[in-house]
């Protein structure tokens, strides 16, 4: 739930160190600090607070030195403090290390440290790792790190110096992720490409349990045993303004209007008008696919959300049962899994703990997997049977947005290639599924251009307590992450309802002026919704509706209404999410809120 840089080279370590660790503020950001080797000897920074505190302070008392690592902080063990952040060192400070994960039986190994004479000063589960390399140190440092990990359960991906060789990193990962970059003459070790981008598009992709040594000349990677691994450089071929701001307010401002293109970029070569959909990376023959008795989809907050639509998708196109489940739910369920069983999960970051221990545990069941993310090299892309990228680029935001749009092409993508194979879906429908999919990057961008109305709204009810959204059908499931939007970006408290349960208790909650978002788009479904929305504004609700291009019925019932261009049915979640994360956005900014790191969150949760 952090973010690890390391620097080898000839430039001075400790702003390359800071610049990388402001593009990994994303996972998280309650403290910063560094450690650089210094005339020989280990110097750390470490505050409390957003990553500027400690670039203030390294520009008011500099370190200088040409070897570094540094780290931003989401704490889990140990409240956020200057103690508890990293890096961590040995007690006599020869040997520095950032971490990120979590060491499970750090209780048991601090308690047997303790009893060679080791100290400890925080709290956290971290701070064992030096203590431990130093109690394995007998001059070589890699050596003492292969052991001292050998002794570690749970997570992690560490960086680490000694001050007994000051010419090298030595770095290693296990279920966190860790790359590492490869520049002329430097080196650098980071949870996320961003970090190094600006210095070189040259990367390893690091798996579980290959160890780096980087120095000024080189990088080697070995395995626990010490034996050379040969590994294949990945070409970062995404622009570093990908991750920049490039002149929006916000990453996510940026990322909302980045959506035309990330739907685009998802369909390119796999939705093409008359042909059957194509997949690189999945091959499931029509046996397999009949085998499967049941599909699981599983994944957290957005991504789950994403999930909910899918089901409608595959069950109406594949014809195929399928559950929807939340992964911290699902993993402690006994869920009927076996090996005739399909498990989806879907997951932006790759590395969300819940969804990777479902993953883990299906497989031994058996069943399928396929996973839907949107990072190259992500764990779940290592370990699933087969990937369906989302091609997003780089979702820096806290609260998604293009990422959960492109989850949902994916799940269009994958219904439409499980009709075809199976032999459910006509040609005609697939046909006109494809054409609708192909025009939908331009009426995003239609909605995108309603941002005026929408900052109206946004601007008219912002200081409200509270917020409702209805929806029924899809729909519904929209409801749902236009509600999660707005309460994480604005702490506006809100709610999602299915309309029909509105009578089975929520409706007690609306009294004379709550504001209420209706979900109007799902055709068959709308005098239903219709009556629901009469029943709230009976009751004294203000109601803004969310409704198809040229619907009447909308005006006559709602306060306000704001139009969204005409699709297939199916397809109308994503448009209809799109008003609704702007005005989260705009309410968000009019409450002075920080919409890219949203209070108590992290962009990617790698622990339970
Ligand atoms: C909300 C949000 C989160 C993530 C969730 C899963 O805006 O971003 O709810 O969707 O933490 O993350 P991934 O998709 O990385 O598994």
Aim: with cysteine.
């Amino acid at each position: 739930m952090c973010g690890i840089v390391g620097f080898v080279g000839r430039k001075e370590a400790s702003p390359i160190l800071v610049e990388g660790l402001s593009k990994l503020e994303y996972r998280g950001y309650d403290s910063a600090g560094v450690a650089i080797l210094e005339d020989g000897e280990i110097k750390v920074k470490k505050y409390k607070g957003r990553l500027k505190n400690l670039e203030e302070n390294l520009n008011e008392n500099p370190l200088k030195g040409h070897i570094g690592i540094g780290h931003t902080r989401w704490a889990t063990h140990g409240e956020p403090s200057d103690i508890n952040s990293h890096p961590h060192s040995n007690g006599d400070v020869t040997i520095s290390v950032v971490h990120n994960g979590i060491i499970e039986n750090y209780i048991k190994l601090k308690e047997w440290l303790k009893t060679k004479g080791y100290t400890f000063c925080s709290d956290t589960d971290t701070e064992v790792i030096p203590n431990l390399v130093d109690y394995y140190y007998k001059g070589d440092l890699f050596e003492a790190v292969t052991k001292a990990t050998s002794k570690m359960e749970g997570s992690y991906a560490i960086g680490v110096i000694s001050k007994e060789e000051p010419d090298k990193i030595v770095a290693v990962r296990k279920d966190s992720p860790l790359i590492v970059g490869v520049g002329e003459g430097e080196y650098f070790i980071a949870s996320d490409i961003p970090a190094v981008l600006n210095h070189t598009r040259e990367v390893y992709l690091l798996e579980d349990k290959e160890f780096v040594i980087l120095t000024k000349d080189g990088v080697e990677i070995k395995t626990e045993d010490g034996e050379k691994i040969d590994k294949e450089i990945y070409h970062v071929t995404w622009d570093v303004d990908a991750a920049e701001k490039g002149g929006y307010e916000d990453f996510m401002l940026k990322e909302i209007h980045e959506q035309p293109k990330a739907i685009k970029d998802t369909l390119t070569s796999r939705v093409l008008k008359d042909t059957k959909v194509q997949l690189d990376d999945i091959n499931l023959t029509k046996e397999e696919l009949e085998n499967f008795d049941r599909v699981f989809i599983v994944a957290c907050g957005t991504a789950y959300h994403a999930g909910l639509v899918g089901k409608t998708i595959i069950e109406k196109l594949a014809k195929i049962p399928v559950e929807v489940d939340i992964a911290s739910e699902f993993r402690y369920r006994d869920p009927l899994i076996t090996e005739k069983s399909l498990l989806i999960v879907v997951s932006q970051s790759g590395e969300t703990a819940d969804t990777l221990a479902v993953l883990r545990d299906a497989k031994k069941t058996g069943a399928k997997v396929i996973a839907i993310t949107n990072v190259v090299g992500s764990s779940v892309s290592r370990e699933a049977h087969h990937v369906l990228y989302t091609w997003a680029g780089p979702e820096i935001a806290v609260a998604s947005t293009k990422a959960y749009e492109t989850q949902l092409i994916a799940m269009y993508i994958l219904g439409i290639y499980f009709g075809e194979l199976k032999g459910t879906l006509n040609k005609e429908v697939s046909e006109e599924l494809k054409e609708e999919l192909l025009i939908l990057p331009d009426k995003v961008k239609e909605i995108l251009d309603k941002k005026d109305e929408l900052q109206k709204y946004a601007s008219k009810n912002y200081m409200d307590k509270d917020l409702f959204f209805l929806g029924r059908g899809l729909d519904y499931a929209v409801a749902l992450e236009g509600s999660l939007k707005l309460k994480e970006i604005s702490y506006i408290h809100s709610e999602a309802y299915a309309g029909g349960e509105l009578k089975h208790g929520p409706i007690a909650l609306i009294e004379k002026g709550t504001p209420v978002i209706a979900l109007l788009t799902e055709d068959k479904l709308k005098d239903k919704m219709i009556s629901n929305i009469r029943e709230v504004v009976t009751r004294g609700a203000r109601v803004l509706a969310i409704a198809n291009e040229g619907d009447k019925d909308a005006k006559e019932v709602c306060d306000d209404v704001i139009y969204i261009p005409r699709t297939n049915s199916l397809l109308t979640p994503v448009l209809s999410v799109v008003p609704l994360q702007l005005i989260s956005y705009y309410m968000a900014k009019q409450k002075g809120c920080d919409v890219d790191k949203p209070r108590n969150l992290a962009k990617s949760v790698t622990v339970e």
